[in-house]
């Protein structure tokens, strides 16, 4: 039943800041048991999992990525949002948002709804 839909620019200029909004419908982000989290795809590559934000509010980050990345949400609109700062051409990705029972996951599990995934593309 719930339905997660990226939204955002989809060109961004290198050196800003990538920012996504993922809306959910169907389910509150509040619900007690999941994550709410930021899966990215660049071409030719395998999933890679950016953070989450836990239904508590909790937020958690690839270590790769942390120092990037910042995961907020507003539970007034059921929304939340990826910011990833000084974006390179190798940010360039197929964006998702996910919402999954365990953190950290980048495959689909029973319960998980992945939104359909939004193209970026970093370029000057």
């Known amino acids: 039943q719930v339905q997660l839909q990226e939204s955002g620019p989809g060109l961004v200029k290198p050196s800003q800041t990538l920012s996504l909004t993922c809306n959910v419908s169907?389910?509150?982000?509040?619900?007690?048991?999941?994550?709410w989290s930021w899966i990215r795809q660049p071409p030719g590559k395998g999933l890679e999992w950016m953070g989450a934000?836990?239904?508590?509010?909790?937020?958690y980050y690839s270590p790769y990525l942390k120092s990037r990345t910042s995961i907020s949400r507003d539970t007034s609109k059921n929304q939340f949002t990826l910011q990833l700062s000084s974006v390179t051409p190798e940010d360039t990705a197929v964006y998702y948002c996910?919402?999954?029972?365990?953190?950290?996951?980048?495959?689909?599990?029973?319960?998980?709804?992945w939104g359909q995934g939004t193209q970026v593309t970093v370029s000057s």
């Open positions: 996910a919402r999954v029972r365990s953190v950290g996951a980048t495959t689909r599990g029973r319960g998980d709804s």
């Open positions: 169907g389910g509150s982000i509040t619900t007690n048991g999941y994550y």
């Open positions: 934000i836990a239904y508590s509010g909790s937020t």
